[in-house]
T-cell receptor, first 112, second 112 residues
Framework: GAGVSQSPRYKVAKRGQDVALRCDPISGHVSLFWYQQALGQGPEFLTY????????KSGLPSDRFFAERPEGSVSTLKIQRTQQEDSAVYLC??????????FGSGTRLTVV | QQPVQSPQAVILREGEDAVINCSSSKALYSVHWYRQKHGEAPVFLMI?????EQKGHEKISASFNEKKQQSSLYLTASQLSYSGTYFC?????????????FGQGTELSVKP
């Protein structure tokens, strides 16, 4: 597609529920990044992939967070046993090997 | 470590100029600039690489002082469309696949 596509756009989860957030990057973009953005803050790094390899997951807040990109294209960020502090906008971005990011519109997660 | 942006917020009249600064305590490989409008994804403006020159994009330009580990974004003759939150993203070396650490943002409001 022409841009980075994320789904769902909004997700309301009950505390303790598992959620899966999908990112479909720009075709041919090698790098894919996940960021978490709280209201009024800058995006905070979670993890990134180069093709199917997850090269850095140092930003994942806990072992409840898991990301994958099995075929080097679509990526899924999974959050298990959601907590209220997980409420945020989750942004996915892709880029060619070097260059600026193209961000998706994000998934706004609200945990109630 | 997160770069520090200043000012946190600025209000301009249409046609006025503004400068947004981004400082890091660590050596940098590149600096990216993004603009985010409320409820939307951040949009890439430009990238400045270590050893590179000042860049421009319409009436928006930026510089990168490697020795001071600082970058500045210059907005001249501001337009209403320039309103939004500006983020710098810093890359500490060229071996991290483009992983960026973002500042906390500078909110720019341009009034008629």
């Amino acid at each position: 597609g022409a841009g980075v596509s994320q789904s769902p756009r909004y997700k309301v989860a009950k505390r303790g529920q598992d959620v899966a957030l999908r990112c479909d990057p720009i075709s041919g973009h090698v790098s894919l990044f996940w960021y978490q953005q709280a209201l009024g803050q800058g995006p905070e790094f979670l993890t990134y992939f180069q093709n199917e390899a997850q090269l850095d997951k140092s930003g994942l807040p806990s072992d409840r967070f898991f990301a994958e990109r099995p075929e080097g294209s679509v990526s899924t960020l999974k959050i298990q046993r959601t907590q209220q502090e997980d409420s945020a906008v989750y942004l996915c971005a892709s880029s060619p090997k070097s260059g600026g990011y193209t961000f998706g519109s994000g998934t706004r997660l609200t945990v109630v | 470590q997160q770069p520090v942006q200043s000012p946190q917020a600025v209000i301009l009249r249409e046609g006025e100029d503004a400068v947004i600064n981004c400082s890091s305590s660590k050596a940098l490989y590149s600096v990216h600039w993004y603009r985010q409008k409320h409820g939307e994804a951040p949009v890439f403006l430009m990238i400045l690489l270590k050893g590179g020159e000042q860049k421009g994009h319409e009436k928006i330009s930026a510089s990168f002082n490697e020795k001071k580990q600082q970058s500045s974004l210059y907005l001249t003759a501001s337009q209403l469309s320039y309103s939004g939150t500006y983020f710098c993203g810093t890359e500490k070396d060229g071996n991290q696949g483009g992983k960026l650490i973002f500042g906390q943002g500078t909110e720019l409001s341009v009034k008629p």
